[in-house]
């Protein structure tokens, strides 16, 4: 399946089959070095982010949160991250490029309807709404496969928990039950973060079936 708007494509038969050695990946507290994010995602439709965006400002003065709220069109489910870079690998783009155009998966609902503080070191826990890891299955496997054939299987290893981050903050809540909010995956989007500057760049998008 070609990509839309997709800046790099490369066809399956010239994909590199090496290993690619990913980057340690920071929690918040990335190093001066470390300026360029990459990861695959999944985006809700306008309408869906600017629901669980609402959804969040109820939740921050609820909970008593004091940090920012992630903006609604940076609200996203990540499904592989590939790595925090000095300078934007372009070869690595270009392999997950080619990598995202052979995913051939239906589209499909997803549901969120728990929310919770992950826990980690820094002293600072993402807020995030929680899904079902088997609505994601389909998707997440095949462009596991995919990575994996064209030599970023490095990005797949860990576990996959589907989660919306709404913010971080130091006041941790535990899980809870919340509104449920559904939408149906149309697409998955390649994103270039520029850390700190809170912006998001799409290297590509592919539609699913």
């Given at each position: 399946?070609?990509?839309?708007?997709a800046?790099?494509h490369?066809p399956?038969?010239s994909?590199?089959?090496?290993?690619?050695?990913?980057?340690?990946?920071?929690?918040?507290k990335f190093g001066?070095?470390?300026?360029?994010?990459?990861?695959?995602?999944a985006l809700?439709?306008a309408?869906t982010a600017?629901?669980?965006h609402a959804m969040a400002?109820?939740m921050?003065?609820?909970?008593?949160?004091t940090?920012n709220l992630?903006?609604?069109e940076?609200?996203?489910v990540?499904?592989?991250h590939?790595?925090?870079?000095?300078?934007?690998?372009?070869?690595?783009?270009?392999?997950?490029s080619?990598?995202?155009?052979?995913?051939?998966?239906p589209?499909?609902?997803v549901?969120?309807k728990?929310?919770?503080?992950?826990?980690?070191?820094?002293?600072v826990f993402?807020f995030?709404?929680?899904g079902d890891?088997a609505?994601?299955?389909?998707?997440?496997?095949?462009l596991?496969r995919?990575?994996?054939d064209?030599?970023?299987?490095g990005a797949?290893?860990?576990d996959?928990?589907?989660h919306?981050?709404l913010?971080?903050d130091?006041?941790?809540?535990?899980p809870?039950v919340?509104?449920p909010?559904t939408w149906l995956v149309r697409d998955?989007?390649?994103?270039?973060?520029?850390l700190g500057?809170?912006?998001h760049?799409?290297?590509?998008?592919?539609p699913?079936g």
């Open positions: 399946m070609a990509g839309i708007n800046r790099f490369v399956a038969a994909m590199k089959r090496l290993e690619y050695a990913m980057p340690p990946r920071t929690r918040r001066p070095s470390q300026k360029h994010r990459i990861f695959l995602a809700p439709d309408e600017g629901r669980i400002e109820e921050k003065a609820a909970h008593g949160f940090a992630i903006l609604p940076h609200l996203h990540t499904l592989f590939l790595g925090d870079w000095a300078v934007l690998p372009d070869e690595i783009v270009t392999l997950a080619g990598a995202a155009s052979q995913v051939g998966v589209a499909f609902d549901t969120f728990r929310a919770e503080s992950f826990r980690n070191s820094t002293g993402p995030v709404l929680t890891k609505q994601w299955t389909g998707l997440h496997e095949a596991r995919a990575l994996t064209a030599g970023l299987g797949t290893r860990g996959f928990q589907p919306l981050t913010t971080y130091k006041m941790r809540v535990k809870h919340v509104a909010i998955f989007v390649l994103i270039h973060s520029e500057k809170t912006t760049n799409h290297l590509g998008r592919w699913l």
